[in-house]
């Protein structure tokens, strides 16, 4: 497993017409930024967006997800 950097940073991009889901680092984000076919919906601290994640319970988790992807 690798150690990620306290100042890592997650790209998360939306397929535009199926809805996909893709996270991506600063390094592969340069290579779909601008394809209209890739929505950037979040740019967030991978660290700190999973540890709210898992301490979150039930509506709470739902909606971080929810924000994350809107």
Do not use: Q
């Not at 990620?4 to 984000?29: C, K, M, Q």
């Not at 999973?50 to 319970?57: G, S, V, W």
């Amino acid at each position: 497993m690798s150690r990620i950097g306290p100042d890592t940073v997650a790209f998360i991009y939306v397929h535009a017409w199926n809805g996909i889901v893709r996270v991506e680092s600063l390094d592969t984000a340069r290579n779909i930024d601008g394809n209209p076919e890739w929505k950037h919906v979040s740019t967030v601290n991978p660290h700190v967006i999973l540890e709210n994640i898992l301490r979150a319970k039930g509506k709470e988790r739902n909606l971080i997800i929810k924000h994350l992807l809107t």
